[in-house]
């Protein structure tokens, strides 16, 4: 039995900045008042929620005419249409942890789980020493676990969620099925066990938005998370006939919750911690939520709707995973980044869809890809023509902006029976209005020269569209060039497998350090994110001659990433009920891998080698997280600790969690210290020439061989010097937990350092690589 060890350090010399304040007029304010009181009913919590908000009202006006949610299950605390006044008064009073106004938070929007199991079957299958289920397995011997989706609902009637072969409902699930609009009680089965909706409140300066009245999915983002985290094997699944197979869950032998928290347009803080309530209160074991803030709104732990839902759920023994959003590939972007929380990037998978340029003459075919199910000849007999050729005689026409064809620029009569060649860029106007523009101008197809996303596929359907290179531009623009007629024609999609190399960090996924938690690394991991097919609701956009709408769809996002990680939770928890939700983050954390189909180091989707920041630990291995060796473990107090050093005082503290009434913080207490925090990985800040820092971490064997001995290796750059003691840890049947110290010594005042340290899984050492990147600007 092979036992391996994991842990990433990153040190770096940075100052993130802040984030920038809520919007101050919503009339719906969150009233945050920490942990339920022990031995609190729920009856008694809803009544003094009630008494609370009277107090502060005018004679005449009753409370329950203004609370909208009321949290008393893992958590105290509600939502009320207050005005600003009133929200004021209530931040005075005693047991008021936070009052804020209700944010509206964003979605972070088959064969990812065969490439995962694949990627580790290719790198580590040499290195395994004994089998194990894999994370795609439709049973476990231990326990039935629930996951729990905060979400845009879900649509029942998808084989995704079919009951046949469960047993059961698990005698821990307390949920409700809730009727809705278009959905009925008996929609739930024993795999879909529970659905709840919620008021999404009101935005735009009181714009009330309406939230459907149903746990049905209108956006489809939550079917597709769902049936990513825990849908049924079905076979033949495809988009249109791409992406054939066996769509399935990462742990399909899971139930599913779903708490509808969002509609297309948001999702209400108020609703997301309303979720969050009542799913520690239903039982479930893995929470997962592909949804946050913006990275430019970077809200206080204490009125962060998801820090305060997870860090009550974490309490309970719940394991959060959250994405980690999409506003990469800038640095400091990444959101859900509280320690508590699992922390998801986003990757590719080793499959493209290609769309090719076939040109007249000799020259050969140009690779694009994009999805279209071009009905043009397969003859190369449409004449090409490059957008600035087609420039017209408008006022606000451009050379420029017609070579991206933008709306308006462009001579239809130019361009009629014509392919356009158009250049794009991420500040033009999306692809699918300069294809609808181009469609209804005339044009028979369109080639979009599209460096930046290339990777993630848009579906243009029946319009002949393909998206290439600049590289690939240039062969284009030469043989246009080269001809007085030029022409070309437009292949119809096709499914290519075992594309190389992948995984890649997707441009999109949002990149660390956190600009709140510095010397903690985010994200935790990395997973599939982009083109992911699962299950989708019924459209009416079908392609020409198709008379049924799929039943899945591709779709990309970190979003798509954080249900693969649920997944793999929910396995290992499977496997292990009595692990904490820091022990399972641990397994899934230190099984990651940094190397891709070509047993290369990942790169970024632009070509660049991937750093700790694109995908913290490394690309998820649900295989290898079911048999870590080691876990890096993390009670209660350890959460009071970085509570403390974050900057809280012991006083509110006792009013977010109920810690013994002797607690209080280290006179010592500093953001520095939040480094010994026990985490998988390292972060250190601000380590200066000269200036040295010892963090320490404890390991727990959780492996079948109770004598196990590990042995450290260090490689480590001139700029810095590291240090670990002891240097050997030895285990035994009587000793199942130790500790090391890592001293980290800087020499290089110009760079920023950060460091990745892995173990290999054949031998039972530390081997730690270390990358200085001086024009690093966090």
Avoid at 531 to 554: D, Y
Avoid at 557 to 562: F, H, L, P, R, V
Avoid at 590 to 608: E, I, R, V
Wanted: with cysteine; charged share 15%; aromatic share 8%.
């Amino acid at each position: 039995m092979w036992f391996p060890l994991c842990f990433v350090v990153v040190v770096a010399l940075l100052v993130a900045p802040g984030g920038c304040q809520g919007d101050k007029g919503s009339q719906v304010y969150v009233v945050y008042m920490g942990a339920v009181p022990p031995r609190t009913s729920p009856d008694f919590l809803r009544q003094s929620h009630l008494r609370l908000v009277g107090t502060i009202l005018k004679r005449g006006k009753l409370a329950q005419s203004v609370v909208v949610q009321q949290y008393k299950h893992g958590f105290s605390g509600f939502a009320a249409r207050l005005s600003k006044d009133e929200a004021a008064a209530l931040r005075h009073k005693p047991g008021v942890v936070s009052v804020f106004a209700d944010p509206v938070y964003q979605l972070h929007t088959t064969r990812s789980w065969d490439f995962l199991q694949q990627t580790d079957v290719k790198i580590d299958s040499a290195k395994r020493r004994s089998p194990r289920p894999t994370a795609a397995s439709t049973s476990a011997p231990t326990t039935d676990t629930i996951i729990g989706l905060l979400d845009s609902g879900i649509w029942p009637e998808s084989p995704s969620f079919d009951d046949a072969g469960f047993g059961p409902v698990p005698s821990k699930w307390k949920g409700v099925c809730m009727a809705g609009d278009d959905f009925n009680t008996s929609n739930c089965n024993k795999k879909l066990i529970g659905a709840r909706y919620y008021d999404l409140g009101e935005v735009d300066g009181g714009r009330t938005r309406s939230s459907g009245g149903s746990p049905r999915d209108a956006a489809g983002h939550g079917t597709h998370t769902s049936s990513t985290a825990a849908g049924n094997a079905v076979t033949g699944a495809s988009y249109y006939g791409l992406a054939q197979g066996t769509a399935k869950g990462g742990s399909a032998a899971s139930r599913v919750a779903m708490y509808r928290v969002c509609s297309d347009e948001g999702c209400a803080g108020s609703a997301i911690l309303a979720g969050f309530d009542d799913a520690i209160g239903d039982g479930v074991d893995v929470i997962s939520v592909s949804l946050g803030a913006s990275p430019y709104f970077s809200p206080d732990f204490s009125e962060d709707p998801i820090a305060i839902g997870s860090f009550h759920a974490v309490a309970k023994g719940v394991m959060v995973v959250c994405s980690a959003g999409n506003a990469g590939p800038e640095a400091s972007t990444v959101v859900n980044a509280a320690p508590w929380i699992m922390t998801v990037a986003a990757t590719t998978i080793d499959r493209d869809f290609e769309s090719d340029v076939v040109l007249g003459g000799n020259s050969s075919a140009v690779k694009g890809g994009a999805i279209n199910f071009s009905n043009l000849d397969k003859s190369p007999k449409y004449p090409l023509i490059a957008g600035a050729s087609a420039k017209s005689s408008s006022a606000s026409s451009t050379s420029d902006s017609a070579s991206h064809c933008e709306p308006g620029t462009l001579d239809a009569g130019k361009i009629k029976g014509k392919i356009v060649l158009c250049n794009h860029s991420q500040s033009d106007t999306s692809k699918m209005v300069k294809a609808d523009e181009l469609q209804s101008a005339g044009a028979v197809g369109c080639i979009l020269v599209n460096d930046f996303g290339r990777a993630v596929t848009t579906a243009y359907l029946d319009f002949p569209v393909t998206e290439v290179t600049s590289a690939a531009a240039a062969d284009l623009h030469k043989y246009i060039a080269s001809t007085s007629e030029p022409v070309a024609t437009i292949t119809p999609t096709i499914t290519v497998t075992e594309y190389k190399p992948a995984p890649v960090v997707a441009y999109f996924s949002s990149r660390g350090p956190s600009s709140q938690t510095g010397n903690i690394l985010k994200p935790d991991v990395a997973a599939p994110g982009v083109n992911i097919l699962a299950s989708w609701i019924p459209t009416t956009s079908l392609p020409a001659g198709q008379k049924q709408p799929s039943q899945f769809n591709l779709v990309s996002g970190t979003s798509m990433a954080c249900p693969h990680v649920a997944g793999a939770a929910a396995t290992v928890k499977a496997w292990n009920p009595t692990w904490s939700p820091a022990a399972i983050r641990s397994a899934i954390m230190t099984a990651a891998t940094q190397l891709n189909n070509d047993k290369a180091p990942m790169t970024t989707d632009a070509g660049t080698a991937a750093t700790p920041f694109d995908y913290g630990a490394g690309q998820v291995n649900p295989t290898g997280a079911l048999d870590p060796g080691l876990v890096y473990d993390l009670a209660a107090d350890d959460y009071l600790s970085f509570l403390c050093n974050y900057g809280y005082g012991a006083s509110q503290i006792k009013l977010i969690t109920s810690p013994p009434a002797a607690f209080s913080c280290a006179g010592n207490a500093s953001k520095d210290l939040i480094s010994d925090l026990n985490y998988p990985s390292i972060a250190v800040t601000g380590l200066g020439a000269g200036a040295s820092r010892t963090v320490t971490r404890e390991v727990t064997n959780v492996g079948a061989q109770e004598d196990a001995t590990y042995t450290v290796a260090v490689s480590a750059p001139a700029g810095l010097d590291v240090k670990v003691v002891p240097s050997k840890l030895q285990f035994t049947s009587s000793v199942k937990k130790l500790a090391f110290q890592v001293t980290f010594s800087g020499k290089n005042t110009g760079a920023k350092l950060y460091v990745q340290c892995s173990s290999t899984k054949l031998l039972a050492f530390w081997s730690c690589s270390f990358m200085i990147n001086s024009n690093y600007n966090g």
